[in-house]
């Protein structure tokens, strides 16, 4: 157990520095893959085992958190987990493909998501998912007039007379 909080927060301090370093491309990328693969993770388990998230996050999850999986949430956890895939999908692609607003808005819907898995406790390897919310965060900063697989390119083609990408 110790070491998946150990792995949680190396993961989470690479994300960080991929976001620093290079906005534009890698840590924006990672940040998408990051939800991208949370959202077909969670789809998948919701349909072929949807009673994991009550027996693996009830009882670590905060009073408020437990007595709402313990309750409704049981009675039919896919119904609850599949708008939760969506919502991290939506975010994944809204990183990775979004420009402008709904740049934005996919990274503060990555923000509001990882703070909001803390009332699971150490079932989500509390607190590493608030030091993971940091890297949304630090690419809040700036302002994407192109979605990342355009930054890419522009990185790699300097001489087509754009500013190159970081």
Known sequence: MLAGYFVSFIVAALLA???AHWPHTVGRSLVAVVFLLA?????MLALLHPQLYVEGFGPTAIPLYQAFIEGPFAQ???LFVLPI???QLLCGLGVLLGRGVWARLALVGC???LVALTGLGVGCAFPANLAMALS???LLRHRFAHGAPHAFHRRHHTGAGLPAGR
């Open 17 to 19: 520095a991929a976001c």
């Open 39 to 43: 959202s077909a993770v969670n789809g």
């Open 76 to 78: 039919n956890p896919a």
């Open 85 to 87: 895939a969506l919502g």
């Open 111 to 113: 923000i509001v998501f």
């Open 136 to 138: 949304p965060a630090l």
